[in-house]
């Protein structure tokens, strides 16, 4: 069983940052992509950021310039860097792992709450 335990979120100013991090556990080789996804309130969940195997990162335009994704493969973990933090940016953000040998995992989610 695959495991994704995301942290990190909270309540910051607009302007403001944060680290996301996510973590794999269990059963977790062959793990490809990584990424981040958030959903706002009465929205659709939407990509964020992803990073895959080789390094390769594909951003929204809405991240880009201002989000940056990075991977530790020997922790099996995901971070998030956000700066520039806008009112737009609030939502739960989810942590996205898929494998070849498991399918894809979705971690609980971590609040992320920017203030005007």
């Known amino acids: 069983q695959v495991q994704l335990v995301e942290s990190g979120g909270g309540l910051v100013q607009a302007g403001g940052s944060l680290r996301l991090s996510c973590a794999a556990s269990?059963?977790?080789?062959?793990?490809?992509?990584m990424g981040w996804y958030r959903q706002a309130p009465g929205k659709a969940r939407e990509l964020v950021a992803t990073?895959?195997?080789?390094?390769?990162?594909n951003y929204a335009d809405s991240a880009q310039g201002r989000f940056t994704i990075s991977r530790d493969y020997a922790k099996n973990a995901v971070y998030l860097q956000m700066t520039s933090l806008k009112p737009e940016d609030t939502g739960v953000y989810y942590c996205?792992?898929?494998?070849?040998?498991?399918?894809?995992?979705w971690g609980q989610g971590t609040q992320v709450t920017v203030s005007s």
């Open positions: 269990g059963s977790v080789f062959g793990i490809q992509t």
């Open positions: 996205n792992g898929d494998s070849a040998f498991w399918g894809s995992r």
């Open positions: 990073i895959a195997r080789g390094g390769e990162t």
